[in-house]
Structures are given as C-alpha cells and as structure tokens.
C-alpha cells in the first residue's frame, strides 16, 4: 500500500520561496519507477498540473511556474520536492502530490498562501 504526505506549504510573501516536500511510505520499488507529479486547487477550481518527474528524472510544468518551481526527486528517501521561487498571490493554492504506477495515489494537500 502506498501512502503519499506532503508537507512544506505555508504563508509566504510575494517574491519568496518554499519547498514543498512529498514523502512515498510502501515499496521503495513502486517509487522508483513512479512518475511523479504536483498538482494544485483553488476553491472552486479543478485540480491543475503544476510539475511532474518521470523515473528518468525528465521534467515537465506548466506554463505558469516554468523558470520559477523546480521538481526533483530523491529515490533514497522516496521524496520528491518542488522548490517554489518568485512566488506570487496567484500561485495560492493546496498544493498535492501524485504518485503514478499502475495507478494514482495522492496525498492530502498543502496549503501554500502568497499574499503580503
């Protein structure tokens, strides 16, 4: 069974950073070779694609947070981390993580709040 924490979230000023951290309990095998994503919710709002990172560490964002959020993993401690730079009040959000093999497994969600 695979059980997925985040942690990290937080309130934040504009133009500052946090990292968010997802830790994977279970098989460190599963994780491995899971491909790794980070999503986010607004009130209201469908969950949207932030970052992911395959198994081969290729990574992909979304529009919005490319040149400003890192994805990275550490397969040594089945966490994966999105490093949060530049933030702004539109990057308010829960923030989850997903973990793909065979199937999706999430977490419960962080809150990160941007605002001065």
């Known amino acids: 069974q695979v059980q997925i924490v985040e942690s990290g979230g937080g309130l934040v000023q504009p133009g500052g950073s946090l990292r968010l951290s997802c830790a994977a309990s279970?098989?460190?095998?599963?994780?491995?070779?899971?491909?790794m994503g980070w999503y986010r919710q607004t009130p209201g709002n469908q969950r949207e694609f932030v970052a992911s990172?395959?198994?081969?560490?290729?990574?992909n964002y979304t529009d919005s947070v490319k040149g400003r959020f890192t994805i990275s993993r550490d397969n040594s401690k089945n966490t994966v981390y999105l490093q949060m730079n530049s933030l702004q009040p539109e990057d308010t959000a829960v923030y989850y993580c997903?973990?793909?093999?065979?199937?999706?497994?999430w977490g419960q969600g962080t809150q990160v709040t941007v605002s001065s």
């Open positions: 279970g098989s460190r095998f599963i994780f491995n070779f899971a491909h």
């Open positions: 997903k973990l793909h093999w065979e199937r999706d497994y």
């Open positions: 990172i395959s198994s081969r560490r290729e990574t």
